[in-house]
Nanobody, 122 residues
Framework: VQLQASGGGLVQAGGSLRLSCAASGRAFSAYTMGWFRQAPGKEREFVATISWSGSSTYYADFAKGRFTISRDNAKNTVYLQMNSLKPEDTAVYYC????????????????WGQGTLVTVSQ
């Protein structure tokens, strides 16, 4: 599956952004999807993941209550709604796909998009 992330940009602290990840190739609905992020000088970290049906989700602690992952299998797209953004959320955000159960490990995801930059100013 090929993935294309979009929706990043510059936003003030407290603002919101919605990231999208469009998939092409093999059946999108067969994949568990995830969002990860990587800030400058830091390792790529888990943000959120969603099951193939959308019925199960799991979030990193920093994302709980502020971020929402969702998917539309008819549109082959997964979303990450980010609210109450903080400067420490500044990073390149990546979407990823895997077959199998939910996972918070980047090593379990075999397909990656190119990333979209989110910058949160003070």
């Amino acid at each position: 599956v090929q993935l294309q992330a979009s929706g990043g940009g510059l936003v003030q602290a407290g603002g919101s952004l919605r990231l999208s990840c469009a998939a092409s190739g093999r059946a999108f609905s067969a994949y568990t999807m995830g969002w990860f992020r990587q800030a400058p000088g830091k390792e790529r970290e888990f943000v959120a993941t969603i099951s193939w049906s959308g019925s199960s989700t799991y979030y990193a602690d920093f994302a709980k209550g502020r971020f929402t992952i969702s998917r539309d299998n008819a549109k082959n797209t997964v979303y990450l709604q980010m609210n109450s953004l903080k400067p420490e959320d500044t990073a390149v955000y990546y979407c990823a796909a895997r077959t199998g159960r939910l996972s918070d490990s980047r090593f379990d995801f075999g397909s990656w998009g190119q990333g979209t930059l989110v910058t949160v100013s003070q």
